[in-house]
């Protein structure tokens, strides 16, 4: 029996101040970096800026998890190509069922 449990939403606070509500999707390690993919919580789907929004999950000095940006391009293509293999091949294959 499997059980169905709630989306996990976390807020975050962005350089400027504002706050964010993201629906967490997934959690990745890769290359030694753990990564987490999420999507915006408070935004209309059909909006321009709706999308995966994929941060680094680091361990603070104080133990505590925080949310960093990825400022390499590179970086970052790579990852949210392994994500999107983790995220929709489970889906097409859902659907080929």
């Known amino acids: 029996?499997?059980?169905?449990f709630g989306s996990d939403f976390i807020t975050i606070v962005d350089d400027d101040g504002?706050?964010?509500e993201?629906?967490?999707l997934d959690t990745m390690d890769y290359k030694g970096?753990?990564?987490v993919?999420?999507?915006?919580?408070?935004?209309?789907?059909?909006?321009?800026?709706?999308?995966?929004?994929?941060?680094?999950s680091v361990?603070?000095?104080?133990?505590?998890?925080?949310f960093?940006?990825?400022?390499?391009?590179?970086?970052?293509?790579?990852v949210y190509e392994h994500f999107s293999v983790l995220l929709f091949d489970d889906e097409e294959e859902e659907?080929?069922?």
């Open 37 to 56: 993919a999420f999507l915006p919580a408070n935004m209309d789907e059909n909006d321009p800026d709706y999308g995966i929004i994929i941060l680094r």
């Open 33 to 35: 970096q753990t990564y």
């Open 22 to 24: 993201l629906e967490v």
């Open 68 to 78: 960093e940006s990825i400022d390499d391009d590179d970086e970052l293509q790579d």
């Open 59 to 66: 361990i603070d000095e104080n133990g505590d998890e925080i």
């Open 18 to 20: 504002t706050e964010f």
């Open 95 to 97: 659907e080929k069922k």
């Open 1 to 4: 029996m499997s059980e169905e």
